[in-house]
């Protein structure tokens, strides 16, 4: 690809970044996740490009992956209490981005760490769904991922606690955990547990 075409693409990539930045900043949820969602499918297409290298077919889809993390994060009713309204097509539409980032995690062969975030990511909008068992398969899954992030895998045990899971360690006891850990951001990933158990409750 010739150094222009390649300032070209990026432009494009650069752009649709722009645009879901912008629209994420406005706040509204309904209009934000089908723009997110034809923003990733355009990107899919440049990286699909028969001119794109390999690097650009990794910068697009990369960033097609942040916007499906993002967008879906946005729409999550659990980071505030009482929490904002939030429809069920909406978090239908959130749960869609949020496999498309696992999918994209794949492709682009991305960390532990962040296919760990994904699939807590697709755990929140289940248990936000209601589907408390699914939200379960998930956040195990996570857990297992999250080996190099012991902050994130207590955090992740707290959601399995909100969810019900049987086999996680105490709601309390993780908090605890947290709070008494030194761990990087622990004390804001406790308030964070706080609030989800406001919002969604525990079995």
Same mark, same amino acid.
């Given at each position: 690809?010739?150094? $222009?075409?390649?300032?070209?693409?990026?432009?494009? $990539?650069?752009?649709?970044?722009?645009? !879901?930045?912008?629209?994420?900043?406005?706040?509204?949820?309904?209009?934000?996740? %089908?723009?997110?969602?034809?923003? $990733?499918? #355009?990107?899919?297409?440049?990286?699909?490009?028969?001119?794109?290298?390999?690097?650009?077919?990794?910068?697009?889809? /990369?960033?097609?992956?942040?916007?499906?993390?993002?967008?879906?994060?946005?729409?999550?009713?659990?980071? +505030?209490? %009482?929490?904002?309204?939030?429809?069920? %097509?909406?978090?239908?539409?959130?749960?869609?981005?949020?496999?498309?980032?696992?999918?994209?995690?794949? /492709? !682009?062969?991305? /960390?532990?760490?962040? #296919?760990?975030?994904?699939?807590?990511? !697709?755990?929140?909008?289940?248990?936000?769904?209601?589907?408390?068992?699914?939200? !379960?398969?998930?956040?195990?899954?996570?857990?297992?991922?999250?080996?190099?992030?012991?902050?994130?895998?207590?955090?992740?045990?707290?959601?399995?606690? $909100?969810?019900?899971?049987? +086999?996680?360690?105490?709601?309390?006891?993780?908090?605890?955990?947290?709070?008494?850990?030194?761990?990087?951001?622990?004390?804001?990933?406790?308030? #964070?547990?706080?609030?989800?158990?406001?919002?969604?409750?525990?079995?």
């Amino acid at each position: 690809m010739s150094d $222009i075409a390649k300032t070209e693409f990026s432009d494009k $990539i650069a752009a649709l970044e722009g645009q !879901i930045k912008a629209a994420r900043k406005a706040g509204d949820i309904a209009a934000l996740l %089908p723009l997110a969602a034809g923003a $990733i499918g #355009q990107l899919e297409i440049f990286a699909a490009a028969a001119a794109a290298s390999p690097s650009e077919q990794k910068n697009a889809l /990369s960033a097609a992956r942040r916007i499906a993390y993002n967008s879906a994060a946005d729409a999550f009713p659990g980071w +505030e209490y %009482p929490p904002p309204a939030i429809t069920e %097509p909406d978090l239908l539409a959130a749960r869609v981005l949020a496999t498309k980032c696992a999918e994209l995690d794949t /492709s !682009i062969a991305a /960390s532990a760490k962040h #296919q760990a975030n994904a699939s807590w990511l !697709i755990g929140a909008m289940d248990l936000a769904l209601g589907r408390r068992d699914a939200a !379960i398969t998930a956040f195990r899954k996570a857990e297992t991922l999250f080996a190099e992030a012991p902050e994130m895998a207590l955090l992740n045990a707290g959601y399995r606690a $909100i969810a019900g899971d049987a +086999e996680a360690p105490g709601f309390e006891e993780t908090c605890t955990t947290l709070a008494n850990s030194g761990l990087p951001h622990a004390a804001g990933l406790r308030d #964070q547990l706080v609030v989800a158990r406001q919002v969604f409750g525990a079995t």
